[in-house]
């Protein structure tokens, strides 16, 4: 299997953000004022994350912290009746502190090769935080890796099962 292996930190921003900035963000696009701010901002490394040409992606406390801001900043009518704007940045309030918390725990099918930070840095993050509005970010190019199919069912024995 091959894929790609990057490092992934949680950002606060509290200056305020034009709503096409965040739009352009969440869809991937250039965004020369966001990408300075996320630069600056304070962030706390949450571990490696593991991408593969394979779905569904492998879990760890990172990826799943990416997946819920992701779906929290595209998705906001889901989470809030009246959303400020189709794309936010999420706000860090008691709720997402923890949903935060929550995906972040370790879980039994983590994958070994995602290393995740300790949970109480990651509370210790959001306690200095709260009311600033979270993002990911990778601020390293992610490294192409291959894994082999051997060492996939050594990590997951479920892996052993969909092999040809």
Request: aromatic share 8%; hydrophobic share 45%; with cysteine.
């Amino acid at each position: 299997m091959d894929g790609w292996i990057e490092e992934l930190w949680l950002v606060a921003i509290v200056e305020e953000v034009p709503d096409d900035e965040v739009r352009r963000w969440w869809n991937s696009k250039e965004t020369e004022f966001l990408d300075r701010l996320v630069e600056s901002a304070p962030g706390f490394r949450l571990g490696t994350i593991l991408t593969t040409v394979d779905e569904p992606q492998l879990g760890s406390p990172a990826r799943r912290v990416f997946d819920l801001l992701f779906l929290r900043g595209t998705c906001p009518e889901d989470f809030h009746p009246d959303p400020a704007a189709p794309y936010v940045l999420p706000l860090l309030d008691a709720e997402l502190r923890s949903a935060l918390l929550a995906a972040f725990s370790p879980q039994a099918d983590d994958h070994p090769l995602m290393a995740a930070a300790p949970l109480s840095g990651l509370i210790d993050f959001l306690d200095k935080h709260g009311g600033a509005r979270l993002t990911t970010h990778t601020p390293t190019e992610a490294v192409r890796v291959s894994l082999s199919a051997e060492l996939l069912a050594a990590c997951l024995p479920e892996a052993s099962l969909r092999r040809p």
